[in-house]
C-alpha cells in the first residue's frame, strides 16, 4: 500500500478507536493517563476520555478544586496517554488544555452526569484535603466543582508493536489544521 494511504487509513483508526474509548465502557481507551508539569513538579493520573471531536480534541472533567486544574491555569501544555494492551497500540498526544468557560455549555454538560457520578464534584472538602475516616466524606447538596477540560492535540505519536516489524507513526498539524503523519524508526 502506498504510504501516504497507510498513514491516512490509520490515522482514521485511531478516531475510531478514542471514538470507541468514549462510548464502549469495556474499551482500553476509556482511559488515560494525563500529565501536567506545574512549572516545578510533573504530575499524572488517570482521567476518564468524555468525548473526542473532529480535530482530536479530547474532553475530560475533573473537580476545579484538583492540582491538575491549577497546572493547567499555569501552563496549559499537557501530554495524554492510551494504551490498549489487546492490541498492543500507544498513543501519545501532546496538546494545550483548556478550561470549558461557557456556562450554558458547562450546564448541559453537567445535566448529563448521573446522580451518582454528581459525587464526584461535591465533595465539601477539596480533593486531596486529609480526612480521618474515609467512609466520613461529607457532600455539598447545592454547590459543585464540576469543571471540563477539553485537550486541543498538536502531535499524535502512534506506535504499535507488532511482528514483524513495530509501527510508529508521528502526526503533526499543518498550517491548514491537516494531519500530516511521518513514518520513525520504533
Ligand atoms: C479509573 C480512574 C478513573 C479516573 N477518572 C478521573 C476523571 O475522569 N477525572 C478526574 O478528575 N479524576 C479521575 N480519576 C482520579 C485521578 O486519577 C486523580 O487521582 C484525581 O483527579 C486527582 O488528580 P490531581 O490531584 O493530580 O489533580 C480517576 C482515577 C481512576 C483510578
Known amino acids: 500500500m502506498e504510504t501516504r494511504i497507510m498513514e491516512q487509513n490509520i490515522l482514521n483508526t485511531i478516531k475510531t478507536e478514542l471514538i470507541n474509548g468514549y462510548k464502549e465502557k469495556q ?4 482511559f488515560f493517563t494525563l500529565a501536567t508539569f506545574n512549572g516545578e513538579s ?8 468524555r468525548n473526542i471531536l473532529d480535530d482530536f480534541t479530547l474532553l475530560f472533567y475533573t473537580d476545579a478544586r484538583t492540582p491538575k486544574v491549577t497546572s493547567i491555569q499555569n501552563n496549559s501544555t499537557v501530554s495524554a496517554l492510551f494504551y490498549n494492551p489487546n492490541s498492543m497500540i ?7 488544555a483548556r478550561l470549558i468557560k461557557d456556562e450554558e455549555k458547562l450546564t448541559a454538560l453537567w445535566n448529563e452526569i448521573g446522580e451518582h457520578s454528581k459525587k464526584d464534584y461535591i465533595t ?3 480533593p486531596g484535603s486529609s480526612i480521618k475516616n474515609p467512609n466520613h466524606v461529607s457532600y455539598n447538596i447545592d454547590k459543585h466543582h464540576f469543571c471540563a477540560v477539553e485537550v486541543i492535540a498538536n502531535t499524535i505519536e502512534y ?3 507488532k511482528r514483524p516489524n513495530h509501527l510508529r507513526i508521528l502526526y503533526k498539524k499543518d498550517e491548514s489544521n491537516n ?3 511521518q513514518f520513525l524508526t520504533p
Do not use: D, E, I, M
Request: glycine residues 8%.
Open 27 to 30: 474499551h482500553p481507551f476509556r
Open 159 to 161: 506506535l504499535q508493536l
Open 42 to 49: 510533573l504530575r499524572q493520573r488517570t482521567v476518564v476520555l
Open 90 to 96: 500507544q498513543l501519545q498526544l501532546v496538546g494545550n
Open 179 to 181: 494531519w500530516l503523519g
Open 124 to 126: 465539601q472538602l477539596a
